[in-house]
């Protein structure tokens, strides 16, 4: 009686299931995780780069300064809800303890009322200024990629055809559309 010792790859070619690096084994589908994918590359010039970015966001200062006033204001009316809202519950209390003890007048419905109606007040102006705050930043965001991408194609059409035959068509497409993706989703 012999013992075999074979290896894993040896194990999955007699199985009958995938070569190694490929298929559902370890790390995802594609055999690699999430290593397999393309290294980014890094800055040259990350503060050049960041000066740029902020130079092109300057024609939206003030759409940008009006996403953040409405930002704050959202932010503010979401924090002072549970505050008043807390009134009515100190009320309900006082009043609920009130006629337990027969001292007290008994709730008063009315003042709660109107507590939870400011609340509702509040809550709906926040989310007012959360929906238009986050419809200014899609129009903005959207215009700043269609420009980023028109900048790219006309910067693209102004290259020597040197560049182009020193470089894969693959590398290109990849760089720019990686760029764009990058900058319009954040």
């Known amino acids: 009686m012999s013992i075999q010792i074979r290896t894993r790859s040896e194990n999955r070619k007699s199985a009958g299931g995938p070569p190694p690096g490929r298929g559902p084994g370890r790390g995802g589908p594609m055999g690699r995780g999430h290593m397999g994918m393309m290294p980014g590359e890094k800055a040259r010039d990350f503060r050049g780069t960041m000066r740029k970015l902020i130079q092109y ?102 290259m020597p055809f040197k560049y182009f035959d020193n470089t894969s068509q693959g590398e290109v497409l990849s760089r720019i559309t990686n760029d764009v993706d990058t900058v319009s989703q954040t």
Request: aromatic share 10%; proline share 1%.
């Open 57 to 158: 966001l300057g024609a939206y200062r003030i759409g940008i300064l009006i996403v953040m006033v409405f930002a704050v204001a959202s932010t503010a009316f979401s924090i002072v809800g549970p505050k008043i809202l807390g009134q009515a519950t100190t009320k309900l209390f006082e009043g609920i303890m009130g006629e337990i003890s027969g001292t007290g007048t008994g709730i008063d419905f009315r003042y709660i009322g109107e507590i939870l109606l400011l609340t509702l007040a509040l809550y709906l102006g926040s989310s007012l200024f959360g929906l238009i705050q986050g419809w200014i930043m899609s129009h903005i965001a959207m215009d700043i990629t269609y420009r980023f991408r028109r900048d790219i194609a006309e910067k693209i059409n102004r």
